[in-house]
């Protein structure tokens, strides 16, 4: 297991390599002038120039590459000084170390990705089991119509009636923001409840569905069938049986929705107003700012492949077939 583990590792490891330099090498195929950006208005060729030897831009894209991924381990001097490791540059727009913002932005998006993914799967998976339990009955009925209405529910749409309604309207919650938990819990928690129902609105349907038709087709087996037959109760056939059985696709899209909105949920932060990865991702793209745009991306990226390896360990405990293979 081990193994197979140190071999996803390194693929991981290739893939993100293989991302990032894509993404360097097209930023450069469109055409644009990164130096005009921190040049300001009054701009002279002879400052242009001055601003492409201090960030670099002077030099061939692929020693501009390698100096790129050789600061993010070793560090990187610049003519403002040196960057520590890990450095992921300093930004176009506003001069900053990109990775100063990115922790400060950071907190943001983890509190806004594990809330939203805590309420989804819980509630979701719920659903998915009770409604699979009553299957044919009114309850399965009004769960599976509930849940093809929030699927095909917007974000930004239901957003927007969430805050008309419940902060606006009868001031049941606060105004979404985001509070360090460290020092204050309970604000922490008021003002990113919104956002987590909001985010969680479509997942839940999806998760639902899925669940439903999996605890079906799980129920459906020779092996839960004849644990039925030998006697076993209802509860012990459900969870031990076609339970852990159905789990296994689950946990695959689980892990990769986590990862991405590690990456950044762009919509859900827009619609509240919350700083976070997404919001930077958008800017980045807008101000044409690379190095911030690259750190987004990294970041985006490794949470995405580090939630796949999680879900292929999870295999081993969740599926003994993996763990005797």
Not at 58 to 75: A, R
Not at 244 to 271: K, Q, Y
Not at 300 to 324: F, H, K, M, Q
């Amino acid at each position: 297991m081990l193994r197979f583990l140190a071999r996803r590792s390194l693929g991981a490891l290739v893939i993100i390599l293989l991302i990032s330099a894509i993404t360097f090498f097209l930023f450069f195929a469109i055409p644009s002038q990164p130096a005009l950006m921190s040049c300001g208005k009054n701009c002279t060729p002879g400052a242009i120039a001055l601003i492409n030897k201090n960030l670099g831009l002077d030099q061939p894209i692929p020693v501009q590459y390698w100096h790129y991924m050789t600061g993010i381990f070793m560090g990187r001097d610049f003519s403002v000084g040196h960057c520590p490791a890990p450095c992921l540059g300093y930004s176009f727009s506003n001069q900053q170390p990109v990775w100063g913002t990115i922790v400060d932005r950071f907190p943001t998006t983890l509190s806004l990705t594990l809330g939203g993914a805590f309420v989804f799967l819980v509630v979701g998976v719920g659903i998915g089991m009770i409604a699979a339990a009553r299957r044919g009955t009114y309850i399965d009925k009004v769960f599976s119509s509930l849940s093809l209405i929030g699927n095909s529910l917007q974000i930004y749409f239901v957003g927007t009636l969430a805050l008309a309604f419940f902060v606006s309207g009868i001031g049941l919650l606060d105004e979404p923001a985001y509070y360090p938990f460290t020092e204050n819990p309970g604000k922490w928690f008021m003002g990113m409840l919104l956002p987590w129902l909001v985010l969680s609105i479509i997942f839940i349907a999806n998760y639902s569905r899925m669940t439903r038709s999996q605890m079906i087709e799980q129920l459906e087996e020779e092996h839960v069938r004849t644990a039925r037959a030998k006697g076993m109760t209802r509860s012990t056939v459900f969870f031990r049986y076609a339970w852990r059985g159905a789990l296994a696709p689950i946990v695959t899209i689980f892990g990769i929705d986590l990862g991405s909105l590690f990456g950044g949920a762009i919509i859900t932060e827009f619609t509240f107003n919350l700083h976070g990865l997404g919001r930077l991702a958008v800017s980045s793209v807008s101000e044409t700012d690379l190095p911030t745009l690259m750190g987004v991306m990294l970041i985006g990226c490794t949470a995405i492949v580090v939630a796949n390896i999680l879900v292929d360990a999870a295999y081993a405990y969740i599926d003994p077939r993996v763990r005797l293979s």
